[in-house]
T-cell receptor
Framework: DTGVSQDPRHKITKRGQNVTFRCDPI?????LYWYRQTLGQGPEFLTY????????KSRLLSDRFSAERPKGSFSTLEIQRTEQGDSAMYLC????????????FGPGTRLTVT | GQQLNQSPQSMFIQEGEDVSMNCTSS?????WLWYKQDPGEGPVLLIA?????ELTSNGRLTAQFGITRKDSFLNISASIPSDVGIYFC??????????????FGQGTTLQVKP
């Protein structure tokens, strides 16, 4: 069984560019989460999918951010017109519904905006 | 909003020593999760707690769900160099158990001297 995978692991982009990250959850998990983590802090919730439906979005998710999970399997997180403040680790997690709140994280995508 | 406070913020110990860290909140949690994160990687789930007073072990790790439901503790016995990392407590804020989104503490950084 493979765990949660994320691609790319690292991304360096110039301010104003658009970036897209991909997350592949554990195959039987129907819940998928995106978090953002800055240096010295714990992860902060961004958004949540149950199958293909995006059911909750944090206020941290500005209009420049959009997430999709079109077929209820992999998910993408896009950031448009990146800003230096977007530099962070973007983490994806998945969990099966009905098993409490245990979430399994991927290795993350480290974004650096120059 | 709800916050999780972890202490100590960092620890530097000798290999073989036991370690204790805790996590507190001003409000009640129904689930406590403990994660470990290595540099550049995603958090790895160590222990999940679902019942007040519960004591759960995973190898040399033992965690407890506080009776007040406002705190949790993690102990590591006979520390080894690979215990180095950042330890996070996490839980679903009140009213979000059905989505499962988590809030995290700020972490306890553990360093082990061989």
């Amino acid at each position: 069984d493979t765990g949660v995978s994320q691609d790319p692991r690292h991304k360096i982009t110039k301010r104003g560019q658009n970036v897209t990250f991909r997350c592949d959850p554990i195959s039987e998990h129907n819940r998928l989460y995106w978090y953002r983590q800055t240096l010295g802090q714990g992860p902060e919730f961004l958004t949540y999918f149950q199958n293909e439906a995006q059911l909750e979005k944090s206020r941290l998710l500005s209009d420049r951010f959009s997430a999709e999970r079109p077929k209820g399997s992999f998910s993408t997180l896009e950031i448009q017109r990146t800003e230096q403040g977007d530099s962070a680790m973007y983490l994806c997690a998945s969990s099966p519904s009905g098993t409490g709140n245990e979430q399994y994280f991927g290795p993350g995508t480290r974004l650096t905006v120059t | 909003g709800q916050q999780l406070n972890q202490s100590p913020q960092s620890m530097f110990i000798q290999e073989g020593e036991d370690v204790s860290m805790n996590c507190t909140s001003s409000s009640i949690f129904n689930t406590w999760l403990w994660y470990k994160q290595d540099p550049g990687e995603g958090p790895v789930l160590l222990i999940a707690l679902y019942k007040a007073g519960e004591l759960t072990s995973n190898g040399r790790l033992t965690a407890q769900f506080g009776i007040t439901r406002k705190d949790s503790f993690l102990n590591i016995s006979a520390s080894i160099p690979s215990d180095v990392g950042i330890y996070f407590c996490a839980g679903p804020p009140f009213g979000s158990s059905n989505t499962g989104k988590l809030i995290f503490g700020q972490g306890t950084t553990l360093q082990v001297k061989p």
